[in-house]
């Protein structure tokens, strides 16, 4: 099992920049595929980004390709979400998410552990 905890969020201009980070427990951090998600009020659950479990992979939604970037860190556990060219519509709640396998990555369904999430405003 994996407790996941997302920081970073916060108020942004558009135009401007976050990275999250997503710091999970346990020695198995390796073992887990990594994505992003995030939902914005009245929306469903959206897609942002996966990375496999060495870090050598990763996928992206289509709008976010050339601005979002996912990485991690296997040594610290942590998962990170660089947002670049943010846009008012990226404003939503952003959660990180762990599954066994890179295999249907764009789906929720298939994650096992997810964070709580953080908070990503951005004013036009």
């Known amino acids: 099992q994996v407790q996941l905890v997302e920081s970073g969020g916060g108020l942004v201009q558009a135009g401007g920049s976050l990275r999250l980070s997503c710091a999970a427990s346990g020695r198995t951090f390796s073992t887990y595929a990594m994505a992003w998600f995030r939902q914005a009020p009245g929306k469903e659950r959206e897609f942002v980004a996966h990375?496999?479990?060495?870090?050598?992979?990763?996928w992206y939604e289509d709008s976010m390709k050339g601005r979002f970037t996912i990485s991690r860190d296997n040594a610290k556990n942590t998962v990170y979400l660089q947002m670049n060219s943010l846009k008012f519509e990226d404003t939503a709640v952003y959660y990180c998410?762990?599954?066994?396998?890179?295999?249907?990555?764009?789906?929720?369904?298939?994650?096992?552990?997810w964070g709580q999430g953080t908070q990503v405003t951005v004013s036009s």
């Open positions: 998410a762990a599954k066994y396998f890179s295999d249907n990555y764009y789906s929720p369904s298939g994650y096992s552990y």
């Open positions: 990375i496999n479990r060495s870090g050598t992979n990763t």
